[in-house]
C-alpha cells in the first residue's frame, strides 16, 4: 500500500527565506506527482504536477523535483512571502490506478512579516 | 483549469438526520468523481471513487450504507451522509480527473457538522 509521508510537519520562516519541503512515497511505481496549497477551512489548489517522466516542474517562486527511484520529492519555494502561509499537501497517482491521490499529511507553513 | 463545484461550503444538521453534498464539474465531463475526508489537522482520506452510470467503489472501512454515493450524470456526483452522527463531522472534498487525464481538480469542499 503506497504511503506518503511530509517533512516537517510544521515550519515557521521569516519572509524572505527560500525554503524546502519535503515529501516521500513507498511506492515508485507512480503516474504522477501533484503538490497542492490547502489554505484553513478551504478546499485545494494544484501548485505543480511532476509526471513520472519528469524530473521538476517550476511556476514562478516554486520548483518540485521528483526522483522516482529514491521516491522523494522536494518543494522549493524561493523568497517566500506572508501569503504563501497554508499548508502543503503532496498526493501521488499510483500507476495502473483509476487516478486516486494518496496524500501526504501536509506541511503547515507561516511565513513571517 | 477545469471547474468542480461543491456545495454546499458548509452545513449543520442535526444527529440523526442526513445531508446531501453535491458536486457539480461545470465545463467538463466527469466520469470519475473521487470523494475524500478530512479530520482536523489530518490529511485527506479516499472514502469511494464514483463512476458515472455505476456503483460507487468504497475504501476499506467506510459504510456504503452510511455514505450514499450517486453519480448519475457526467456532470453531477452527490454524497449523502444518513443518520448523521457528532463523529461523521468533517471536510468533505470530491476530486475529478480534469479533461488532459493528468491533473486531479477538486471543488471547493464541505465542513459538515453535526450536532
Known amino acids: 500500500k503506497q504511503e506518503v509521508t511530509q517533512i516537517p510537519a510544521a515550519l515557521s520562516v521569516p519572509e524572505g527565506e527560500n525554503l524546502v519541503l519535503n515529501c516521500s512515497f513507498t511506492d515508485s511505481a507512480i503516474y504522477n506527482l501533484q503538490w497542492f496549497r490547502q489554505d484553513p477551512g478551504k478546499g485545494l489548489t494544484s501548485l505543480l504536477l511532476i509526471q513520472s517522466s519528469q524530473r521538476e516542474q517550476t511556476s514562478g517562486r516554486l520548483n518540485a523535483s521528483l526522483d522516482k527511484s529514491s521516491g522523494r520529492s522536494t518543494l522549493y519555494i524561493a523568497a517566500s512571502q506572508p501569503g504563501d502561509s497554508a499548508t502543503y499537501l503532496c498526493?501521488?497517482?499510483?500507476?495502473?490506478?483509476?487516478?486516486?491521490?494518496?496524500f501526504g499529511s501536509g506541511t503547515q507553513l507561516t511565513v513571517l512579516p | 483549469g477545469a471547474v468542480v463545484s461543491q456545495h454546499p461550503s458548509r452545513v449543520i444538521c442535526k444527529s440523526g438526520t442526513s445531508v446531501k453534498i453535491e458536486c457539480r464539474s461545470l465545463d467538463f465531463q466527469a466520469t470519475t468523481m473521487f470523494w475524500y475526508r478530512q479530520f482536523p489537522k489530518q490529511s485527506l482520506m479516499l472514502m469511494a471513487t464514483?463512476?458515472?452510470?455505476?456503483?460507487?467503489?468504497?475504501e476499506q472501512g467506510v459504510e456504503k450504507d452510511k455514505f450514499l454515493i450517486n453519480h448519475a450524470s457526467l456532470t453531477l456526483s452527490t454524497l449523502t451522509v444518513t443518520s448523521a452522527h457528532p463523529e461523521d463531522s468533517s471536510f468533505y472534498i470530491c476530486g475529478t480527473v480534469g479533461p488532459s487525464g493528468n491533473t486531479i481538480y477538486f471543488g471547493e469542499g464541505s465542513w459538515l457538522t453535526v450536532v
Open positions: 498526493a501521488v497517482i499510483i500507476q495502473g490506478s483509476a487516478r486516486q491521490l494518496t
Open positions: 464514483s463512476n458515472e452510470g455505476s456503483k460507487a467503489t468504497y
